[in-house]
């Protein structure tokens, strides 16, 4: 009967378990970006059109993402605005970041002109002060998918 007891508790605690790492998983939202003319509002979720030639700022967007036909991959992260500001972490995965991890990076408010890897991360602190880490870019012929999360 105890081997029955704890065989059956070990399952719920296996499945308790299964249940928090899809929950924590399911937690990072996903958009598809097309480059140069989509932006997203990290605090709404949004995608906004951009119009490339006009020099006016993206209405309400974050960043967009940019082509760059030198690297490879091709997707640049470009900051949408003067008030919103960015760390680039190099070769560090998403799922490593945490709140916490985070305390003390410097960030600035210039973009980048570094290609955004499937394995790096960029933490974007937005307009409204809410911070985000973006992450496991998949970059197709004309856009790029970018999982995203809220930090604070």
């Known amino acids: 009967m105890k081997k029955r007891y704890l065989s059956c508790l070990l399952s719920i605690i296996a499945i308790t378990l299964m249940g928090v790492t899809l929950s924590a998983q399911a937690m990072a939202a996903s958009e598809t970006l097309e480059f140069e003319t989509h932006g997203l509002d990290l605090d709404t979720g949004t995608v906004v059109e951009n119009d490339p030639s006009q020099v006016i700022e993206p209405n309400g967007a974050d960043f967009f993402v940019a082509y760059n036909a030198d690297f490879i991959p091709h997707a640049v992260l470009v900051l949408a605005s ?44 937005t307009d409204t002060g809410n911070i985000f880490k973006l992450g496991n870019a998949i970059e197709s012929e004309t856009s790029v998918t970018i999982n995203y999360e809220q930090l604070q």
């Open 82 to 125: 003067e008030q919103v500001d960015m760390a680039f972490l190099n070769n560090v995965a998403l799922t490593d970041i945490t709140l916490d991890s985070i305390i003390g990076l410097t960030f600035t408010a210039d973009s980048m002109d570094q290609p955004l890897k499937q394995n790096d991360t960029v933490i974007v602190r």
